[in-house]
Each structure stands twice: as C-alpha cells, then as structure tokens.
C-alpha cells in the first residue's frame, strides 16, 4: 500500500523538484489521509501534478493565493455540505478558474440542486477509488502526458 504525501500545513509544495516544473496543482482538503490512501494514490504518483492537501479553510484560502491551483477536492466530512459549498464560493472569490468538486455521500439530484451555479465538477463517491481519481483527472486533462497505468 502506498503512503500518502505528508500533510504541509499552509505550506506549498515545491513546484520545481530536480530540474522538473510542476504543470498542475492540485489542493485537496482532507483530514483522511489514510482512509483516502488509494485515491491519493493517482495524482501522487504522477511527477507533473504537485498535490498540497491541507485540512483548514484557512489552509485552503491561502494556498489558492499562493500557488493558483487547478484543482481544488473539497472533502464533505470536514466541513459539511453546506459549509464546503460555502468555501467554494469563498474560492471562486480568489479566483474563479479554480477547477473544484467534492467528495461526498449526496445522491446526484441533491448535488445538482445544491450546487448549482457553482460550475463544480460532478461529485466523487465517499470514499473515493483510485479509478474515481483517473477519471477526474482524465475530465480535467491532466493525465495526457502520464501513463496512469502505471500508478495503481
């Protein structure tokens, strides 16, 4: 089993690592590390994609401003649906080209219904797999240049 990256409270990710530029960032907001092991897996595993997690909205917040994400995993179980719908529109505040999508337990007419308006990605299942990772990786276009075969 693969361990997942360590946490790096409010602190980003390098983006360059041995003569090699990270291309795409990606934020996940979780305090499951363990439980998300498999999904995490996936975009750990590719060398272009410099993924931060962090467990705070502060956190959140702050790495959007820093690093300019492309992606943003907002995990249901630390704040709620409401309250993660809420830090959305809190991201789309710093910048509204931040990708977002949630891994959540709400059936797909709740999702549309709550987030409407949000231009979300469809929701992750709780918890999500590996597969769950390649897929949204492949709608983002992130995984182009990397076999993800590979990865799991």
Do not use: Y
Request: charged share 20%; aromatic share 4%.
């Amino acid at each position: 089993m693969v361990s997942p990256p360590p946490r790096n409270p409010g602190v980003p990710t390098a983006l360059i690592t041995e003569d090699f530029v990270k291309t795409h960032i990606l934020i996940l907001v979780t305090c499951r590390e363990e439980e998300l092991v498999d999904f995490i897996s996936v975009p750990a595993g590719i060398p272009e994609i410099a993924l931060n997690m962090v467990a705070s909205e502060a956190e959140v917040l702050r790495a959007a401003r820093e690093l300019s994400p492309g992606l943003v995993i907002i995990d249901q179980q630390i704040f709620g649906v409401g309250n993660g719908l809420e830090l959305v529109r809190n991201l789309l505040a710093v910048d509204a080209r931040i990708n977002t999508t949630m891994i959540t337990t709400m059936s797909d007419n709740e999702w549309h219904e709550r987030s409407e308006g949000l231009g979300m990605l469809p929701p992750l299942p709780d918890p999500p797999t590996a597969a769950d990772a390649k897929a949204l990786l492949e709608r983002v276009g992130w995984c182009n240049s990397s076999p993800l075969s590979a990865t799991t």
